[in-house]
């Protein structure tokens, strides 16, 4: 039978939000899965509330549109939950039983009594990774947040493996016929300003996604037993 | 001209090349915008269609329109840039420039868009145009004498709202005003799908027993915007032109003008009238078998025999897929029917189908419910099945899957669901009180 991993990616415009469900998206297929993404946005602006949706399966996946009741949801930036920057509140609406949120924050963050309640009623394994300051330490920028995220799932779920994220990466900049939306070109000539060659670029990137991927193997987010395919994952 | 000119590279204040100032390209390098096109050979429809090899590629589905149009032969392709609206007739304007369309302009606006498909598909030119949401309803007065003037032309139709409060996002509602005006209306699931029904549509319109109009339909946004993978032909390939003088209607001349219907007293028109309009049923009713030939039938199914199923087209289909992968997680059987056609509607089919079938929900993008109508006249007397019409989600909302099985769970367990009145078998009476419920929740 098909098994299915729904994810949802919430941030704020400029994180990379979007380019990060991209990357994961064509890792998974890089690892033998089959995987889809659905961006979500109003208008492209820094700071606005951006989701993007990745589906994973191990097989043909049909279905189309916004993700309502993810299994995973991964918070970019604090503010989604603070600020309420998201398309639903509270930020885990919809989520599974059993789900998993990753939250990019340097520590536990101080959830209302209500939200903590709800939150362990749904069994949800909650992840805090400080990728904002791992991606200014490892790279030297904030722009490559969203790199520690797309590596901490990587290592959480099982559905990508190290070299295939890596693979993603490199694809991401160099592949032929990328399509972007404008805003997301006049980032991308940032990024390339800061790193004197693409090539330094793709490397401090996937610096990030390595670092990310230690950070959750040190602290035992890995699944226990080693995932060879998707497949395995899922089950 | 000079090497020494060539060298120079010019930079901005930054440092940054300018880029805006292309260099003449040496006079060697010229390539010939039409070369491609010129090249393509032509290839019988079935060839094209069933015996071509077929390369997976993950494009949009403007893409796959203006790869199906690339392949299709196609003279004439009007435009109207309205908002919302897809890239497809951009990306026609594209091969215009290629040479693969032969002539291409921008309309007025939807109304002279439509009339000018009228124009061109009389005189005896293969014609397409693409346009979505309030664009359809504003052309709808030419589209909907197509058919009566029996005009062979493929018209594709990305559903984006057309009822108030207007959004971008796919409500399909707009396919309800369409299903009446005597074209043949096909609902492309995805991305392949619609590159496989342009490309048939612009054959069966054509066959000299049809002879109408073909619309095919997608929920815009999702469809058109999104990427998806299309098993697409060679390029090099296009179908074979279309031959007006073999046509079953003689071609404009504007000297010798070949029919008139003058308004005469009423009792002629009428006559007139009615024999037209059977006739130009009559010609839908004929298509199927090219339906039948060419794209499989007007149906798909998947596990048909089950007790409990979902029918549905478009984005609905796909979403229905999923649903059965849900429902089979929490232990309910279910199965599939995609109707790919919607004029002529698969009545015959769905009333074997349907013979023992106990549920069949009918998820749609619109708030009436049109598709669970038709399907509830299609199979009354011939099945026993409560019909639900629903999950409905409205202004182009996404459809989670999760809502599909809600609202199996709830048909199976009481009866607050929103029901179409029950398909009845002749001795069975009317019960008054659904009929109520019915007409109050659609």
């Known amino acids: 039978m098909a098994q299915r991993y729904n994810i949802r990616m919430a941030g704020l415009g400029g994180q990379g939000v979007v380019t990060a469900s991209h990357i994961f998206s064509t890792a ?3 690892f033998g899965g089959e995987s889809t993404i659905v961006p979500f946005y109003g208008s492209e602006k820094r700071m606005a509330p951006v989701e993007s949706y990745v589906r994973v399966s191990n097989e043909p996946i049909y279905e189309i549109g916004e993700i309502t009741f993810p299994h995973i949801i991964m918070i970019f930036h604090p503010q989604v939950i603070t600020h309420g920057k998201s398309y639903t509140m509270p930020f885990y609406f919809g989520l599974k039983q059993d789900g998993i949120c990753l939250i990019n924050s340097d520590g536990p963050m101080k959830l209302p009594p209500e939200e903590t309640r709800e939150l362990e009623e749904k069994n949800v394994r909650l992840y805090y990774i400080p990728a904002y300051t791992m991606a200014l330490e490892v790279a030297g920028t904030d722009l490559a947040t969203n790199m520690a995220m797309v590596g901490a799932i990587g290592a959480i779920t099982g559905l990508a493996d190290l070299p295939s994220m890596s693979e993603a990466v490199k694809e991401r900049f160099l592949g032929k016929g990328f399509v972007v939306s404008g805003g997301t070109a006049a980032l991308d000539s940032v990024v390339e300003k800061k790193f004197k060659k693409k090539q330094d670029l793709i490397d401090k990137n996937i610096d990030v996604v390595k670092a990310a991927y230690a950070y959750a193997d040190e602290h035992g987010w890995r699944p226990k037993k080693a995932v060879q395919q998707p497949t395995e994952a899922l089950a | 001209m000079s090497e020494g000119l060539e060298a120079e590279v010019k930079t901005n204040p930054q440092g940054d090349p300018i880029t805006s100032v292309a260099t003449p390209p040496p006079a060697a390098e010229k390539i010939d915008p039409h070369g491609e096109s010129k090249k393509q050979q032509v290839v019988t429809p079935h060839h094209m269609f069933f015996e071509a090899e077929r390369k997976r590629e993950f494009i949009t589905g403007s893409e796959a329109a203006k790869e199906a149009v690339r392949r299709s032969n196609v003279d004439f392709s009007v435009a109207y840039p309205i908002t919302p609206q897809s890239e497809t007739m951009q990306l026609i304007g594209v091969l215009y420039g290629e040479g693969y369309v032969k002539d291409y302009y921008r309309g007025e606006e939807e109304y002279g868009v439509m009339s000018a498909m009228a124009g061109a598909s009389r005189a005896g030119v293969r014609c397409f145009t693409a346009t979505a949401g309030p664009g359809t309803i504003r052309g709808l007065e030419p589209i909907v004498s197509w058919a009566g003037h029996r005009l062979p032309a493929v018209a594709m139709f990305t559903c984006r709202v057309v009822n108030a409060p207007l959004a971008i996002q796919p409500d399909n509602v707009e396919i309800a005003y369409l299903l009446n005006s005597g074209m043949i209306v096909f609902h492309a699931e995805n991305q392949d799908d619609l590159f ?13 027993d049809v002879t109408l109009p073909v619309g095919v339909c997608c929920d815009g946004f999702f469809v058109t915007h999104a990427r998806g993978y299309v098993h697409t032909t060679p390029r090099e390939f296009k179908l074979p032109p279309r031959i007006a003088h073999d046509g079953a209607v003689p071609v404009l001349d504007a000297e010798n003008p070949p029919a008139r219907l003058s308004r005469d007293a009423p009792v002629q028109t009428y006559n007139i009238h009615a024999v037209w309009q059977q006739e130009v049923w009559a010609a839908v009713e004929r298509s199927r078998k090219y339906i039948h030939r060419y794209m499989g039938g007007l149906i798909q199914t998947e596990n048909e025999d089950r007790e409990i199923l979902f029918i549905a087209s478009g984005s609905a289909a796909a979403q229905s897929r999923e649903a059965v992968r849900l429902c089979a997680e929490e232990g309910i059987e ?19 189908i349907c013979e023992h079938t106990k549920l069949i929900i009918v998820p749609e993008f619109n708030y009436v419910g049109w598709l669970a109508k038709d399907i509830a006249a299609a199979i009354t007397g011939y099945s026993n099945a409560k019909v639900v019409a629903g999950p409905h989600v409205y202004g182009g909302m996404s459809m989670p899957v999760e809502m599909i099985l809600d609202q199996v769970v709830k048909a199976l367990k009481d009866k607050t669901t929103v029901v179409v009145p029950r ?3 002749d001795e069975e009476p009317v019960d008054p009180a659904a009929v109520g419920h019915f007409m109050q929740n659609i």
């Open chain 2, 196 to 208: 496989n029904f342009l490309m048939k549509a612009f054959v069966i319109s054509e066959h000299n």
């Open chain 2, 423 to 425: 398909a009845m078998k």
């Open chain 2, 334 to 352: 279910t199965g599939l029917v995609k109707i790919a056609s919607l004029r002529p509607f698969p009545t015959a089919e769905l009333r074997k």
């Open chain 1, 28 to 30: 998974v297929l890089g």
